[in-house]
């Protein structure tokens, strides 16, 4: 079975530029999450979905960052402008339920690199 | 709130010796789900374990193996005469299982070297 696909998987760009960063949840899965990991603040949640309706977006830095998830096999991270700060890993990550009863599993990744 | 605690920042082992990666969890609630994972210098993020807070049993995977007490709130994670390919960044995490919508706090993570 396919795993959570993400796409691209290195990224880089200037300051100012729209970065859009996708994902594919493992099939079946119901809950979607994104999160972001640097050296200095390690693994960071920044919003989650279920049944494509976000459920709580506050791990989101500001409003330069916004998530959609039009469908159950699709969702998107966009950062507009971008800033060198932005300059991390975004995982995606999916799981049948919440509750905390089942196990998420992570993409890949996507590098991202802000100049 | 729950909070994950690694102490172990880095841990630098000789091939073939056994090692443990420790990790405290704080939480409120009666019913939890504890989680391992493994990250690889490659990047991805492997899931290895979950336990939930009712089965205190240990567990033993291969070379893996999991401690898991209340009393102390740990739940350590032993490797069993390490290999080069262990080496990765290892992750506990918790989630708190009573609510609805519940969500996976990560600890800092434990940086294992295992050299040859």
């Known amino acids: 079975d396919a795993g959570v696909i993400q796409s691209p998987r290195h990224e880089v760009t200037e300051m100012g530029q729209e970065v859009t960063l996708r994902c594919k949840p493992i099939?079946?899965?119901?809950?979607l999450f994104w999160y972001r990991q640097t050296m200095m603040r390690g693994l960071e949640l920044l919003i989650y979905?279920?049944?494509?309706?976000?459920?709580?977006d506050s791990g989101m830095p500001e409003d330069r960052f916004s998530a959609k998830m039009p469908n159950a096999s699709f969702s998107t991270l966009k950062i507009q402008p971008s800033e060198p700060r932005d300059s991390a890993v975004y995982f995606c990550?999916?799981?049948?339920?919440?509750?905390?009863?089942?196990?998420?599993?992570f993409g890949p990744g996507t590098r991202l690199l802000v100049l | 709130a729950q909070k994950v605690t690694q102490a172990q920042t880095e841990i630098s082992v000789v091939e073939k010796e056994d090692v443990t990666l420790d990790c405290v969890y704080e939480?409120?609630?009666?019913?939890?789900?504890l989680f391992w994972y493994k990250q690889p210098p490659s990047g991805e993020l492997v899931f290895l374990i979950r336990?939930?807070?009712?089965?205190?049993q240990n567990e033993i995977s291969g070379r893996y193996s999991w401690n898991f007490q209340k009393s102390t709130s740990s739940f350590n994670f032993t490797i069993t005469a390490s290999q080069v390919v262990d080496s990765a960044v290892y992750f506990c995490?918790?989630?708190?299982?009573?609510?609805?919508?519940?969500?996976?706090?990560f600890g800092k993570g434990t940086m294992l070297l295992v050299s040859p």
């Open positions: 979905f279920n049944n494509n309706v976000p459920i709580d």
């Open positions: 990550a999916s799981s049948q339920t919440s509750g905390g009863r089942e196990t998420q599993y």
């Open positions: 939480t409120r609630d009666t019913t939890y789900y």
């Open positions: 336990r939930n807070s009712f089965d205190e």
């Open positions: 995490a918790l989630s708190e299982a009573r609510r609805r919508y519940s969500t996976l706090t």
């Open positions: 099939s079946g899965h119901d809950y």
